[in-house]
């Protein structure tokens, strides 16, 4: 992952406490990019963050299905003026009438504090998808009242304080560190301990030949044939 973490939060047809939690921070000018990473941060402390009351009477909100036909003729001939608001926002985002999130809306929120993005680092590196990870923290720490109360912004802000001040207790290595594994540092070769040479005993030297007494060597003495004697 690279040094800013852009997380798209699909809603869908089960989504719609999700979207009404975007709708009262866009309708309160409540960043969302801001109070997710503070769902991180309390999170990384195992602390609870009290994030607004969304109402509990949630309607159905069903996505568009197919785009309305203009009725528009072509170089201005005729009526060419196409409506100036539709029920619907089209085009890369899909949005209800008053830029609100609906089904089948995608809310992009971008995280860039690099003390928050290692614990979406992990998040990741356990095979964890990370914008249903969000959503489960929203949706821990979501409540539901008659009507809507947006999130106040002190106890968001001793969360950040608390969460930095941990932080800066810990040294942690850089994230490209982090990405990848450290390499193994090359062990120094041990010295071999000095083993005392054992003594060996001493070998007799051969004499040489000269030295040798040769021994006389008898003369052969030839055998007489015994039928000679008979002549």
């Known amino acids: ?7 798209g939060i699909y809603i869908g047809p089960n989504d719609l406490d999700i979207a009404a939690w975007l709708n009262m921070l866009q309708e309160n000018g409540l ?4 109070w997710v990473r503070g769902l991180l941060c309390a999170h990384s402390l195992g602390k609870p963050l009290s994030i607004g009351s969304i109402s509990n009477k949630l309607g159905t909100s069903a996505a568009p299905t197919h785009k309305p036909a203009v009725d528009t003729l072509m170089f201005g001939v005729g009526d060419s ?12 985002q899909i949005r209800g009438p008053n830029k609100e999130f609906i089904v089948g809306s995608v809310a992009n929120i971008s995280i860039s504090k690099n003390e928050v993005l290692f614990i979406l680092d992990e998040v990741w590196a356990n095979g964890h998808a990370v914008a249903t990870f969000v959503k489960s923290l929203i ?4 409540t539901y009242d008659e009507t809507a109360v947006p999130p106040s912004s002190d106890e968001l802000r001793a969360i950040f304080t608390e969460f930095n001040i941990a932080q800066a207790k810990v040294k942690l290595p850089d994230r490209e560190e982090r990405k990848h594994r450290k390499p193994l540092t090359e062990k120094k070769p041990q010295t071999p301990e000095k083993v005392e040479p054992v003594a060996k005993p001493p070998v007799s030297t051969p004499k040489s030949v000269g030295s040798i007494a040769e021994k006389p060597v008898p003369s052969a003495v030839p055998v007489k044939n015994p039928l000679l004697s008979l002549f």
């Open 1 to 7: 992952m690279g040094k800013r973490i852009n997380i």
């Open 31 to 34: 960043s969302r990019a801001t």
């Open 81 to 92: 003026q196409s409506p100036k608001k539709d029920k619907y926002g089209y085009g890369w």
């Open 139 to 142: 949706r821990q720490s979501l």
